[in-house]
């Protein structure tokens, strides 16, 4: 690896010592950077990179104490370290030097062979403090991530592409040393068809591009790269088991320095070109990013799995009720969705949305205890029958428990006879008495009944139903209906009619 010199600014307003400090330092391998006073000096700072400062204490306008208290004033720069250069042999004059920041300082004239020992002592603590420091960006960087990626945790909406992009982001958006961070992002991702899907990423003008990247580099990777977690120096990436790698790359431009990589079948990361030599903290960074990316993808599938099994479930129990009713399977799953749009227009939230919906399934689920004779009954029923029939909302809300997760389908089930006007059953609630869960579910209920033939009525269209709902039909009349609910419907009744058709029978 090209070794990167360390970059010495010198200010002195006298040439002389300026060409002095030159023949000592840049035979050793530094970079001599000149300032011929304190201004231009904290214009260089600010301008360019910048290892350490010797400065002159005695110059004509901002004195050499002036410029170090301005570097050592300003967070970003006060890593710096400063040695001053003075001719002033009184302690006095040395405290002064130290109150200001300086980190060491020489007397003039000073020794070569001291200065270069004292210059050598001062880079390598730096070297260890900035590393430090990025240690503790990186640290910062990474918690600020894992709370914002815990924060947005939505386990039913996981995009695992969405999140690679994230984890990339934080890889080459790292906030710390332009050098502590890759050049290039390369991702392979293992598709649902078994199929490696290859991604480049760069920062454009700090904007994060992600291209797809048509190349087959697996098989050009060498054996021991994959075992999951590794970083290789430029020495190391001399060995010939890279070349098909490197030369692969070569030919889509990407030329490769230094690699940082995690390697695994479902996802692979590639950080190729740090500014600096890589080490096995660039990789412990990469490390941590992946496995919260893979935790979270891995989190998202088994409560995924966990849902489906769950509603798996609330549905055969729903189709168990159901054995001896006309209603098929279908008219439970359409009133979840017809109770899940009506939520959504009314504003309320996702969960509650995704609640009602499975809840829904389970409204009829006390007519498990409904004698078979009266729930195929092809005439309408006595008054007797109708008393018996009612029952299935108290049944309901027996069979479904107090679980917290069948809350809202035990309350369904209790009140989706209720009457916003007060003149349903079982407990002639009224207003607002009635869950709003059980007066979006009155509405879907009856919407579906009123398409439905039965053995007694035969099944409307849609125009004639949202009419009886709306306008009623002495049967069904729009007091029943919460006035919140039923201006939902109206909204959303095209889409019942869609649904409707589309899940049919
Ligand atoms: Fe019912
Ligand atoms: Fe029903």
Redesign the pocket.
């Known amino acids: 690896m090209q070794q990167i010199r360390p970059r010495i600014l010198c200010v002195d307003d006298e040439v002389k010592n300026l060409a002095l400090l030159s023949a000592v330092l840049m035979p050793e391998g530094y970079e001599v950077i000149e300032a011929k006073n304190g201004e231009e000096a904290l214009i260089r700072i600010r301008t360019e990179q910048i290892d350490l400062v010797l400065l002159d204490v005695m110059m004509p306008g901002m004195d050499g104490l002036v410029v170090c208290k301005e570097i050592k004033g300003d967070a970003k720069y006060r890593n710096i370290p400063v040695v001053m250069i003075t001719a002033l042999a009184a302690t006095a004059d040395r405290v002064k030097s130290i109150e200001a920041g300086a980190e060491d300082f020489i007397s003039k004239p000073f020794d070569q062979v001291e200065v270069l020992a004292r210059i050598n002592m001062l880079l390598k603590v730096k070297e260890l403090n900035d590393k430090l420091n990025c240690a503790y960006n990186n640290i910062i960087s990474l918690t600020n991530f894992g709370e914002k990626l815990i924060e947005t945790f939505s386990p039913r909406e996981f995009d695992f592409m969405r999140q690679i992009d994230n984890l990339v982001g934080q890889i080459l958006k790292q906030t710390s040393h332009v050098a502590d961070k890759p050049k290039t992002v390369l991702v392979r991702i293992l598709n649902n068809k078994n199929i490696y899907n290859w991604y480049r990423y760069e920062l454009l003008f700090d904007t994060l591009e992600r291209l797809p990247f048509q190349i087959n580099l697996e098989i050009t990777l060498p054996p021991a790269v994959n075992s999951r977690l590794r970083f290789y120096s430029e020495a190391e990436m001399e060995n010939p088991l890279f070349k098909p790698f490197i030369e692969k790359l070569k030919g889509y431009l990407v030329l490769v320095k230094n690699m940082v990589c995690y390697v695994s079948n479902n996802l692979s990361v590639f950080a190729l070109n740090y500014d600096r030599e890589v080490s096995g903290y660039d990789a412990a960074v990469l490390n941590s990013v992946v496995m919260q990316t893979l935790f979270l993808r891995s989190l998202s599938l088994q409560i995924n799995a966990t849902e489906n099994a769950f509603e798996y479930t609330v549905k055969a129990l729903a189709r168990a009720s159901e054995v001896n009713d006309e209603?098929t399977g279908k008219?439970?799953v359409r009133?979840g969705f017809y109770c899940s749009m009506l939520a959504k227009k009314m504003g309320m939230p996702d969960t509650f949305m995704r609640s009602v919906r499975i809840n829904a399934l389970l409204?009829?689920v006390g007519k498990i205890h409904t004698p078979p004779e009266i729930l195929r009954k092809s005439s309408p029923l006595t008054p007797e029958e109708t008393k018996v029939m009612q029952q299935h909302t108290i049944h309901g809300p027996k069979i479904i428990g107090d679980h917290p997760r069948l809350k809202i389908g035990s309350s369904i089930a209790g009140c989706?006879h209720e009457r916003w006007d007060g003149s349903g059953y079982p407990h002639g609630l009224k207003g607002e008495q009635i869950p709003i869960e059980g007066r979006i579910m009155n509405i879907a209920?009856q919407y579906?009944?009123l398409r439905n033939t039965r053995g007694y009525k035969p099944g409307f269209d849609h125009l004639t139903t949202v009419k009886i709902i709306t306008e009623g039909d002495g049967r069904t009349m729009p007091q029943h209906f919460e006035p919140q609910v039923l201006d939902a419907f109206v909204e959303v009744a095209p889409k019942f009619d869609e649904l409707y058709e589309r899940l049919k029978g």
């Open positions: 209603d008219h439970v009133v409204h009829d989706h209920d579906d009944a």
